[in-house]
């Protein structure tokens, strides 16, 4: 055989636009994923496996009060009539139905293994039995009364239900999660409660927004006349989002919720206690969270913990110790909020399918209102499906009646006359329903055709079938029954048992709201760094180390040939440095990120953003509330606060302004109601500190008064201690207030030669 032979016909070939066709198949597949796939239907809440497998447990009659079928039947029936997919994939989406931890209300009532919260996979489907909850009947609730739509399944050969009837609002209440092409869905659980009060007022009042349907004060006691106060996980948590972050989520149909854990002090006697959390997020595996904390516990990023143990039983209870009874339980677990998933964003992304068809985004309203929409439709089509029913049934009855009245009549045409159905219709007037149904009557019915019964029958039915013809034409008696319908469902799952306080096992709300305690955010960050003493040692050349321990010995070895010490100062690694460079700025180091002790350091111009020909005036430790006086070579300055020093970038923070020539010089602590300054001319002045503004940048005002030069020192000091000096011997010199009059004054003055003394370096400190 030949090549040629091999090829299809000529006319079977044809030129595709390969771009066009990748296109449209991607579009297709696109589309086929969105719609039956990951996106739920706003109606019932439902992704159609998880449609189809309540669809098969209803006709296996798998109600809640018979007993269970093994799991594997139930997937084989969805397989093999509905669902062409993997068997684990559609039993992982069983399994998830069952689990109380994921669904806030189980739609399958599993027995047997069926996974934990600790992550561990369930038994397999051979191994459990299921059956649907009482949740799941309703949504089921009048499937067979022409309520929804059916369509062939996959091979035609059988139909499913194209949506649920869906007596639940599923999709606020279970909440969903998916992945399409383009799009994904996140809807957290809600209370059945507060979206049965929120879907009441949207009934009374169709305008309401969104604002209208969230509770005015979230955080307050639980009642059942509450509105929706935010979502409600099956593992409860406390939520600290404000009502307006609530809103505008609701409102936009996207945002985040904060969920944390709930937690408790457990006082253990002699000042220690321990925390015991019983709580968590949801959707975080519990054995994964014991392990993250166990990491950062062993790689020392929680130096305020010092064991995490996993006590739990069928509740949890995580026990946290701290490492002393003096640590600070609020800011140990705040600490452990900002780095494990003891607090989690639980996303909201409301995209949904409307109507089952198109993908979009809705709000809170919106969702509520598809549906209420739905339930209408429901309850119209169940009516009209009622009334079909009754009109049947009383053609029948009509029927009955006569051939009741002509017993005997009817007895001998059936016995005698060749075509018993034709005899029956000609001598009684019937029509061809009522016939059939007499020829259909048992004997033993026989003795209970009464005509009182008939027509009581007859009459019960006339009047139902005036109230649903009155129902269908009555928009408002629609809304009323759905009402009432609603009502009913809120009676079924109430927050409270029938005595007011015993919290419903379904129905209680189990998210708490509150906010987040005030915590000082630098104790927190402080929280994270382990305390350790360190000596800041800076060069000349501007190379930083920090070497372990006070007092730390500085060899003229460890600097780079031609430099040497600048600055030597003990600190502890949770403090912070302000560093101030001659153009005026400051800088914010962290003592916990400067290099260790070997080797020479790091350059300190790789860690702040230093402008180039600036030097460094000085480095000090910020104590928070200190004040100190901030000076500049040409003798202008101000009081500023070290809290307006600290800049939260690398770029650093301009606080005094200067023009070249003149550079920032001195930057001195402000203790004492005196300032005595001395300029490069030896001059000392003397002048009440109430004298100097306090700001927090600009140029300042002038200290001192020069001809040339230029300032020299400042140092503040108490008037009844008198100003002191250090010359260059080491000997400490005292001058009393009284004895300083010469050289007292008023700020911006020349000054006179300082005492006898004085060093002739120009500096307090010789």
């Known amino acids: ?192 409660v507060e979206l049965c009060n929120a879907a009441l007022k949207l009934i009374h009042h169709p305008d309401a ?64 206690y321990q925390i015991v959390v019983t709580q968590i997020p949801y959707g975080v595996q519990k054995a994964r969270l014991v392990e993250k904390i166990a990491e950062l516990l062993l790689a020392k990023k929680l130096p305020l913990l010092k064991d995490v143990r996993d006590e739990s039983a069928d509740d949890i209870r995580l026990v946290l110790e701290p490492r002393a009874g003096t640590v600070d339980a609020v800011i140990l677990m705040e600490q452990l909020f900002k780095l494990t998933e003891l607090e989690v964003r639980f996303p909201l992304n409301l995209n949904v399918l409307d109507r089952g068809t198109t993908p979009r985004v809705m709000s809170l309203a919106d969702a509520l209102r598809a549906w209420l929409d739905h339930r209408k439709v429901v309850l119209v089509r169940r009516s009209q499906h009622r009334l079909e029913q009754i009109a049947n049934r009383l053609e029948v009855l009509e029927g009955y009646i006569v051939a009741y009245l002509n017993l005997d009549e009817v007895i001998r045409i059936i016995r005698e006359e060749d075509d018993a159905k034709a005899s029956l219709i000609a001598t009684f007037n019937l029509t061809d329903n009522q016939a059939e149904a007499i020829l259909n009557m048992r004997l033993r019915s026989l003795r209970k055709l009464e005509e009182m019964e008939l027509r009581q029958e007859h009459k019960a039915l006339t009047e139902e079938k005036g109230k649903l013809e009155a129902l269908l034409a009555s928009d408002k008696r629609q809304w009323g029954e759905i009402s009432k319908q609603v009502e009913a469902l809120k009676k079924a799952y109430p927050l409270f048992d029938a005595d007011g306080n015993t919290p419903h096992a379904l129905g209680a709300r189990r998210t708490i709201l509150g906010a987040a305690p005030n915590a000082d955010a630098a104790e927190i960050t402080e929280a994270f760094i382990e305390r350790e003493p360190i000596t800041v040692i800076l060069s000349e050349k501007g190379w930083i180390r920090a070497p372990k321990g006070h007092n730390a010995p500085v060899d003229d070895k460890a600097f780079k040939t031609g430099d040497r010490l600048k600055i030597s100062l003990n600190c502890e690694t949770t403090d912070k440095l302000l560093m101030l460079t001659t153009g005026g700025k400051v800088y914010t180091l962290g003592a916990d990120k400067l290099p260790g002790g070997r080797g020479q350091g790091e350059p300190v111009r790789i860690m702040v953003d230093m402008d180039e020909g600036q030097d460094i005036v000085e480095l000090f430790v910020y104590r928070p509330g200190k004040k100190r006086i901030i000076a500049s070579s040409n003798g202008y300055g101000f009081v500023v606060g070290e809290d307006d020093l600290i800049a939260n970038t690398r770029k650093g923070k301009q606080i005094l302004n200067v023009s070249s020539p003149a550079e920032a010089r001195l930057i001195v602590p402000c203790d004492g109601d005196r300032v005595a300054v001395i300029g490069q001319n030896r001059k000392l002045l003397v002048f009440p500190l109430s004298q100097l503004a306090a700001m927090a940048r600009g140029k300042g005002v002038r200290l001192q008064r020069y001809k040339d030069g230029g300032i020299s020192d400042l140092k503040t000091f108490y008037a009844a201690d008198g100003l002191t000096w250090v010359d260059s011997s080491g000997r400490t010199y005292t001058k009393p207030t009284e004895e300083l009059v010469d050289w007292s004054g008023d700020r911006a003055t020349a000054g006179r030669q300082p005492p006898t003394g004085f060093p002739r370096n120009n500096k307090f400190v010789g």
Not at 33 to 42: H, K, V
Not at 209 to 233: E, I, Y
Not at 249 to 272: C, L, M, N, P, Q
């Open 1 to 192: 055989m030949s090549d040629a032979d091999t090829l299809p016909p000529a006319d079977d070939q044809r030129v595709v636009d390969l771009k066009q066709a990748l296109e449209e198949r991607y579009l297709s597949y696109a589309l086929s994923t969105i719609t039956q796939r990951a996106l739920p239907d706003a109606r019932d809440g439902l992704k159609p496996v998880h449609r189809r497998i309540l669809h098969a447990m209803r006709l296996l009659r798998l109600d809640p009060n018979q007993g269970y079928k093994k799991s594997a039947r139930i997937v084989g029936d969805v397989i093999g009539k509905f669902h062409p997919h993997g068997d684990q994939s559609i039993y992982d989406a069983l399994v998830r139905l069952a689990q109380d931890f994921a669904l806030r209300y189980p739609l399958v009532d599993g027995q047997g293994n069926f996974g934990n919260i600790d992550g561990d996979s369930p038994a397999a489907m051979r191994y459990t039995e299921s059956r649907m909850t009482d949740v799941a009947t309703r949504l089921l609730e009048g499937i067979t009364e022409d309520a929804i739509d059916f369509k062939p399944t996959y091979d035609g050969e059988d139909e499913e239900p194209v949506v649920l009837p869906s007596n639940f609002p599923n999709l606020l209440a279970n909440g969903s999660t998916g992945i399409a092409v383009g799009m994904a869905t996140s809807v957290p659980p809600h209370n059945l």
């Open 209 to 272: 927004t969104t604002n209208d349907l969230v509770h005015a004060d979230p955080s307050a006691p639980p009642s059942m006349d509450d509105l929706v106060r935010g979502p409600d996980f099956p593992t409860g948590g406390q939520m600290v989002e404000s009502r307006a972050s609530i809103v505008n989520s609701y409102e936009t149909g996207r945002g985040a919720f904060r969920v944390r854990a709930i937690w408790h002090k457990e006082d253990k006697g002699r000042g220690v």
